[in-house]
């Protein structure tokens, strides 16, 4: 695991942030994050393993860190990296994460990763409206949440701050709020069908080389 300093730095780069519960990590994140660097360009995506997450039951949650075990096992250290930032800030709620992490990191310009199905369910998250101003967000299709996301509550409102997916590569230099809604593959792997099936899925997971990030 590549380590992220606590209290930050003054480093000059551009990172996807896509938190979650990684319960377990599998070929889907993986997928999201390596689709986020070549459309949005990228220097990093740092895989956010949540201590917590308020919406979600604690049932069937394994401890964190064997989680976060799991998110390392897809990232590759340098590009994508597994990060347990999220348990040493102590921060549970998704706002109070990037307003500590843009703090922190004056200098970087970061994006939030979503897939389809966190942004139908975005107005549950506490504090929703805040979390736009604060960061640019990309949303990623998922299997049977892409209608329920352009239709739902958050994507209505937020319509006038809608980017096109060919504007992604600009996305991290937008001033919030911004928002687009990505154009790729989907994988139909999720977190839930690999517990159901008793294991860890990396099927079609394989690391594509992704190629360097242009300023």
């Known amino acids: ?3 992220i300093p606590t ?24 997928h999201i994050a390596q689709e986020a660097l070549r459309f949005l360009r990228l220097n990093q995506v740092w895989l956010m393993v ?9 049932k069937n949650m394994a401890p964190f860190f064997q989680r976060l075990e799991s998110a390392e096992k ?8 597994a990060t347990d930032i999220e348990y040493r800030l102590r921060q549970r709620f998704t706002v109070k994460t990037i307003a500590e992490l843009i703090r922190r990191f004056p200098n970087v310009e970061f994006v939030w990763l ?12 506490k504090h ?15 299997p049977e949440n892409v209608i329920p996301a352009l239709h739902s509550a958050a ?12 504007e992604a590569y600009i996305l991290a230099r937008q001033k919030p709020p911004a928002w687009t809604f990505l154009v790729s593959p989907q994988m139909k792997i999720s977190s839930t069908q690999i517990r159901e099936a008793g294991g860890f899925c990396f099927e079609g997971s394989e690391r594509k080389r992704i190629p360097p990030p242009r300023r």
């Open 74 to 81: 897809i990232a590759d250290g340098k590009r994508i990296v």
């Open 128 to 142: 929703w409206r805040k979390i736009v101003r604060l960061i640019p967000i990309a949303v990623f299709p998922r």
């Open 155 to 166: 994507a209505s409102a937020l319509k006038k701050y809608y980017r096109p997916s060919r």
């Open 7 to 30: 209290y930050g730095d003054k480093r000059r780069t551009r990172v996807g942030l896509l938190g979650g519960s990684f319960n377990p990590a599998h070929s889907g994140h993986l």
């Open 50 to 58: 949540s201590p917590g997450n308020p919406l979600k039951s604690k």
């Open 1 to 3: 695991m590549s380590t």
């Open 114 to 125: 979503m897939g389809a199905d966190g942004l139908a369910n975005f107005t549950r998250w």
